[in-house]
């Protein structure tokens, strides 16, 4: 299984819900991310998880909160957001190698609409 | 600040010739730098990886150079085929660390 997947595709919600992105691989990979992209620009690195512990957080707002449950999982807890935060959210993954340089396989993506 | 620039006008070319896109970057000293290409509302796929000790790497029809000291890396993709229309981004990445830092992409439409 050489692939990324996310759920759901689309989500439109409120901003007073709660919600989850869910993102899984099956490649072995230890070293998980989770990107914000907005029309028309690059990727944004939110948050980055190495072999189970957050390792970086982009200082991204409280309202984004995640989660790595195990080694294959990845979530993204989301609650209160904003019309603003409206964007692709992606997932990726990479080989943990000894230099941390590796390839960064992404999954399709989540289409988020806050209203 | 930081920066990594590439081309925001979108590269228009007949199938068949050769693309070249620019990466250049300041104020940074990548290790290792990636492209990758973006399909419109999917995520980017990984094309190829040059370290800051290559000069050039090739992949089929595609070739990137890394130039340390002009802080710019080149890609090409030749005898390019309409299925080549993407936005493509480069990324750079420090040393340590594993925090990929994407420019802004450059958009290429091969014309049949």
């Known amino acids: 299984d050489t692939e990324v997947t996310q759920t759901p595709k689309h989500l439109v919600m409120g901003m007073t819900n709660k919600k989850s992105l869910k993102c899984e691989q099956h490649?072995?990979?230890?070293?998980m991310y989770w990107y914000k992209q907005k029309a028309k620009k690059p990727p944004e690195l939110m948050f980055v998880?190495?072999?189970?512990?957050?390792?970086i957080n982009e200082s991204v707002p409280s309202r984004f909160s995640p989660e790595c449950p195990n080694s294959s999982l990845l979530n993204l807890h989301l609650h209160a957001l904003q019309p603003e935060d409206s964007a692709l959210y992606l997932c990726?993954?990479?080989?943990?190698?000894?230099?941390?340089?590796?390839?960064?396989?992404f999954g399709p993506g989540t289409r988020l609409l806050v209203l | 600040s930081q920066k990594i620039e590439q081309n925001s006008e979108a590269l228009n070319i007949q199938e068949g010739k050769t693309a070249t896109l620019t990466c250049n970057y300041t104020?940074?000293?990548?290790?290792?730098l990636q492209w990758y290409r973006q399909d419109p509302g999917r995520g980017p796929v990984f094309l190829l990886l040059?370290?800051?000790?290559?000069k050039e790497k090739r992949k089929e029809r595609l070739k990137v150079t890394f130039d340390t000291t002009l802080k710019q890396s080149l890609f090409h993709i030749t005898a390019s085929q309409p299925a080549d229309s993407a936005t493509y981004l480069c990324?750079?990445?420090?040393?340590?660390?594993?925090?990929?830092?994407f420019g802004g992409g450059t958009r290429v439409l091969v014309k049949p």
């Open positions: 990726a993954s990479s080989p943990k190698t000894v230099s941390g340089h590796g390839p960064q396989y």
């Open positions: 490649m072995g990979h230890r070293a």
């Open positions: 998880y190495s072999y189970e512990k957050l390792s």
């Open positions: 104020n940074y000293s990548p290790a290792y």
């Open positions: 040059i370290r800051e000790n290559e």
């Open positions: 990324a750079l990445i420090k040393a340590a660390g594993n925090k990929l830092t």
